[in-house]
C-alpha cells in the first residue's frame, strides 16, 4: 500500500512510526512533515489544505490510503472529495466530522442517544444566555460552537468570567457567527478514550491521560497538551468498558441513525465524575499528544487494522502491557507569543521515542518551529518507571528556549 499523511505535527509522527514498521507499506509520503518524520516517510510539499492538488498527487503516486491528521482537514472535506475514487481516506465526511466542529451537534447527538454528558442549553441570543447564567452556579462552562483552535472554551469561575466570554463570543462575534453552548461543570478526573471506528464497529485503545494547562499543578492556560501517559491506573476498567459501550458504541450507531456513518479515529473526551464517565467533548480525529503515547503499544499491524475495518472485517488487536509517558517540550511563551529557530541538540542521545510537533532542519542542524516543539517519552512496566525514563530522556535535551513540565503522570505515581 502507498500511504499520505496529511500534517506536520506529533501526532503525525506517531502515525508515521506504526505506518513504517507495517509490512502492508510500500511508499509512505507525509504533507508537509517536519524534521523528524523524515527518519519514516518521504517529505512532500503538498499543501494539505487543497484537495484538488491532493488528488493530482494521489493519482499519480498511486496512492491506496489518504490519513488527515488534523480535524481541520476534516472541515475542509478531504474525505468528501474522495468519495466514490478508489482512494480510501481513514478520517470522516464534514457531515460526521460534526461531532467535533459543532459542539452544538454533538450535544444533540448525545441528547438523542441518551449518553452521559454534562447539563447544557444552545444560545444565539446574549440576553438570553445571561437569563440562563442568572440562574446557574459558578463554576460554569461557556463552549463556542464551532472550531476556534483550542481556544473556543472558557470554564468560568466567576460570574465576570462567564459575562465576559459570552459577550466575547455572542456580541463581538470573536470566532464567527456561530452558537454558544453553556454547561455544567463537571468534577473528575480527565481521561481520553480513542477508538478506530467504521460505521457502527468501534474498537476501542487504551486510555490516555493528557496534561492540558501550561504549568504544573494544573495551572495557567490551556494549552494543545504539555504531557500524556498511556495507559491511566486511577481509571478502573469497568469505568472504561461502561464508556466504550456508553459513549463510543452509542455516538457510532447514532451517526449511522442520522446518516452520517463515521470513519476514522473518534475521540471521547471524558472525565470520571461521582457518577461515572461522562463527555465532555469528542473530536474526530487522533489526540495529539495521546497519538505519540497509544500508537507505540499497538503490537497489531496498523494497516491491517485499517484495512480490515474499512472491509469491515473485525480481528482482535493486541497492544504490549508496558506504560508510555511523553513530556512535552515547547517554546517559551507558548500559547501565546514564543520565538522560534532555537537550536537543538540531544535528540540523538536515547533510543527512546521522541516525536517532533514543531522543528525543521537548517543547515545541518535541528532549529525549533513551533509552540510545541517535541514529544520526549519513556517507557516502563510502571507508571514509575516510565516517568523516571522520561525525565533522564528530556534531561539529554539541550537547548534555550525550551520549558516543560515536571509533574507528568503525578496523578497516577504512587506518593
Ligand atoms: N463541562 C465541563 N466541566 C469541566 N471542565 C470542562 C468542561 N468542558 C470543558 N472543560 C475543560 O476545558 C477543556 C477544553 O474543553 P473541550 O475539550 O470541550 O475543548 P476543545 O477546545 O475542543 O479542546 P481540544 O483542543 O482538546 O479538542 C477540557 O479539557 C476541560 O479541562
Ligand atoms: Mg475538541
Known amino acids: 500500500m502507498n500511504i499520505l499523511i496529511l500534517g506536520q505535527g506529533g501526532r503525525e509522527h506517531a502515525l508515521a512510526y506504526v505506518i513504517s514498521k507495517s509490512k502492508l507499506v510500500n511508499k509512505l509520503f507525509v504533507a508537509k512533515g517536519n524534521a523528524g518524520i523524515k527518519q519514516y516517510a518521504t517529505i512532500v510539499d503538498l499543501n494539505p489544505f487543497d484537495n484538488k ?71 444565539d441570543n446574549y440576553n438570553d444566555a445571561l437569563n440562563y447564567l442568572d440562574a446557574n452556579k459558578i463554576p460554569i462552562v461557556i463552549k463556542y460552537d464551532g472550531l476556534a483552535a483550542g481556544k473556543g472554551v472558557v470554564v468560568a469561575t466567576t460570574k465576570d468570567e462567564a459575562v465576559i466570554a459570552l459577550k466575547m463570543m455572542l456580541e463581538d462575534k470573536k ?16 481521561f481520553s478514550l480513542m477508538a478506530f471506528v467504521h460505521d457502527e464497529i468501534v474498537i476501542p485503545m487504551p486510555i490516555a491521560q493528557d496534561h492540558k494547562r501550561l504549568l504544573d499543578n494544573d495551572l495557567g492556560p490551556n494549552t494543545g497538551g504539555m504531557g500524556v501517559y498511556c495507559p491511566v491506573p486511577i481509571i478502573t476498567q469497568e469505568s472504561v468498558d461502561y464508556a466504550v459501550l456508553n459513549v463510543m458504541k452509542k455516538a457510532a450507531k447514532g451517526l449511522v441513525k442520522e446518516n452520517c456513518n463515521f470513519t476514522g479515529f473518534l475521540y471521547g473526551g471524558l472525565i470520571q465524575t461521582v457518577d461515572g464517565p461522562k463527555v465532555i467533548e469528542f473530536n474526530a480525529r487522533f489526540g495529539d499528544p495521546e497519538a505519540e503515547v497509544i500508537l507505540p503499544k499497538l503490537k497489531t499491524d496498523f ?52 516525536f517532533h510537533m514543531g522543528t525543521k532542519i537548517y543547515k545541518n542542524e535541528l532549529l525549533s518551529s513551533g509552540g510545541r516543539v517535541l514529544l520526549v517519552t519513556g517507557k516502563g512496566k510502571t507508571i514509575e518507571e516510565a516517568k523516571e525514563n522520561a525525565y533522564i530522556n528530556v534531561s539529554n535535551i539541550e537547548c534555550d528556549n525550551l520549558i516543560y513540565r515536571t509533574d507528568i503522570g503525578a496523578k497516577s505515581v504512587k506518593k
Open 303 to 354: 494497516l491491517e487494522i485499517i484495512n480490515n475495518l474499512l472491509h469491515s472485517c473485525v480481528k482482535k488487536i493486541e497492544w504490549d502491557d508496558d506504560y508510555y509517558l511523553g513530556v512535552v517540550l515547547a517554546s517559551k511563551g507558548y500559547p501565546n507569543k514564543y520565538s522560534i529557530n532555537h537550536k537543538i541538540v540531544g535528540t540523538n542521545k536515547t533510543d527512546s521515542l521522541i
Open 53 to 123: 492538488a491532493i488528488m493530482k498527487f494521489s493519482i499519480v503516486y498511486e496512492i491506496d490510503l489518504i490519513i488527515p491528521g488534523s480535524e481541520l482537514y476534516l472541515a475542509n472535506g478531504i474525505a468528501d472529495y474522495f468519495q466514490g475514487s478508489n482512494i480510501s481516506v481513514f478520517g470522516p465526511t464534514k457531515k460526521a466530522a460534526q461531532i467535533e466542529t459543532s459542539k452544538a451537534f454533538a450535544k444533540e447527538i448525545m441528547k438523542k442517544y441518551d449518553i452521559p454528558t454534562a447539563e447544557y442549553q444552545i444560545f
Open 175 to 190: 470566532y464567527g457567527d456561530g452558537s454558544v453552548i453553556i454547561e455544567e461543570f463537571l468534577e473528575g478526573e480527565e
